[in-house]
């Protein structure tokens, strides 16, 4: 209708919400009818610099007391753990999954603790490097993030949250696989002092990105960082952003 052309129609006040910066459900049933939402809520809450509502906040604390979140299918609560670790804003949305005692829903043992707060941060160093150093290279940094989470878990306990996320006998054995071949790494690195580029080679080479990356963030030394930097440089054919874009 031409006379009406450009007229919002706004049933549930969310030009206000967004106004005010505020995350809210448009009913009280809402988290019962799709217990994933309270992750989107958080994800939403944490890119965009919202708040949750304080009604929709209880409502979470309500669902989660009434375990909503653990009667779901493991699959989807993969996949929106997976949007959550994708996030730029991946640790505050950890973060606040444990804040709202979410965490336990992925497995128990699952820390939040000093050590991991600062393991997570030098993640998101290094990915931040990856990302100007190699603009054009495709990885998963949910994989990451992940690994940080499970970093203190034992190995059946590791198994057990794969079955419950309802990963594929192959997802698991890739996981556990190369979890195993990031420890070794790191232990061979930490015991010899100095290796030679043949070494680094064979040490590396069965990792994925995404497992480099994490070893990256894991080791202390500075020249241990320096030899995985040099891996990708070499395995990449490094060109610095500027290069990229035609600037000599």
């Known amino acids: 209708n031409p006379s009406y052309f450009g007229e919002l129609i706004d049933f549930f006040g969310a030009r206000k919400d967004i106004k005010e910066k505020t995350i809210r459900v448009i009913h009280n049933l809402s988290f019962v009818e799709d217990p994933t939402r309270i992750l989107r809520a958080i994800r939403f809450e944490q ?7 304080k009604l929709t906040l209880s409502l979470i604390e309500n669902a989660v007391k009434l375990n909503f979140l653990g009667r779901l299918d493991g699959r989807r609560l993969l996949s929106e753990l997976v949007l959550m670790l994708q996030e730029d804003e991946a640790i505050l949305n950890v973060k606040r999954m444990k804040e709202l005692d979410i965490l336990r829903f992925i497995h128990p043992k699952i820390p939040f603790d000093d050590s991991t707060k ?43 949250l794969c079955r419950h996320l309802s990963m594929s006998e192959k997802e698991r054995k890739e996981v556990l696989k190369l979890r195993d071949h990031t420890r070794d790494a790191l232990v061979k690195m930490a015991k010899q002092r100095s290796l030679k580029n043949s070494e ?16 990256m963030a ?9 030899a995985v930097s040099n891996f990708f440089i070499l ?9 990229r874009v035609g600037y000599r």
């Open 47 to 53: 890119r965009f610099g919202f708040r949750i509502g």
């Open 118 to 160: 600062v393991l997570l941060g030098n993640i998101n160093e290094v990915i931040s490097w990856y990302g100007l150093s190699f603009l054009e290279e495709k990885y998963e940094r949910w994989k990451v993030y992940f690994l940080a989470l499970i970093e203190t878990l034992q190995k059946g306990e590791v198994l057990s």
């Open 200 to 215: 680094f080679y064979h040490l590396f080479s069965p990792l994925t990105t995404e497992h480099l990356l994490y070893l």
């Open 218 to 226: 894991r080791v202390t030394k500075k020249e241990a960082k320096k």
């Open 235 to 243: 395995c990449n054919g490094f060109r610095s952003p500027a290069d």
